[in-house]
């Protein structure tokens, strides 16, 4: 019998969106954030790639899991051109307020832009989703993807789906800001539902 029929899934993070998106890729199984189970949890990301990011997260988390549970960890970003491939892995700590605490997602979103504006085409303004993912099931068994979505940040934010930096984010594949797309679509397009579908790719053929 293969990991997929039945896992039990414990996500490194403390994210309700990311919880949303995960539990339509993997809808067979159970996803639970670690509140879920009365467990603490808060994992800082010091490592200089979105792979190193999920890898130390999900090792973190592992020996707090229940028996029975897999943990799962990703790190993901927006990677600008115009910036250097920023913000990157600082993705979630890109701007901060006078007193130094960190902006509130919109807040972020209209520092991108303000950051952007010079810039007055989309050919200037290309840049990439990345997700990386890591798979624990126990220490001799461990599984990382990493994959991207390709577009360009738009002028103004837009849409209501999603969360982060999707109202800015236009899917080059479709035209489109990713919080205008339905969850599926997103789901098809999106960092997160491509890196997604890859795990679940690779734990096809993996037997307990």
């Known amino acids: 019998m293969s990991i997929l029929e039945y896992m039990k899934i414990l996500l490194a993070s403390n994210n309700d969106h990311k919880r949303e998106e995960f539990s339509r890729i993997f809808d067979t199984h159970t996803i639970a954030l670690p509140r879920d189970l009365s467990l603490a949890f808060d994992f800082e990301e010091t490592k200089e790639t979105f792979t190193e990011n999920a ?34 892995v600082r993705t979630a700590r890109y701007g901060q307020k006078p007193d130094g605490t960190l902006l509130e997602s919109g807040e972020r979103n209209q520092y991108l832009l303000k950051n952007l504006s010079h810039l007055t085409t989309l050919e200037e303004r290309s840049a990439h989703f990345v997700c990386a993912l890591a798979l624990v099931v126990n220490e001799h068994r461990i599984y990382t993807v990493c994959e991207h979505v390709d577009g360009f940040i738009a002028f103004e934010a837009s849409g209501s789906t999603g969360f982060g930096y999707d109202p800015v984010f236009i899917v080059e594949a479709v035209g489109a800001p990713m919080a205008t797309l339905a969850e599926g679509e997103k789901d098809r397009y999106s960092h997160r539902g491509v890196a997604s579908r890859r795990m679940k790719t690779i734990l096809e053929e993996i037997e307990l």
């Open 55 to 88: 890898l130390d997260k999900a090792m973190a988390l592992r020996p707090l899991a229940p028996a029975g549970w897999v943990v799962l960890a990703d790190d993901s970003g927006l990677c600008v051109d115009a910036l250097g491939g920023g913000p990157g």
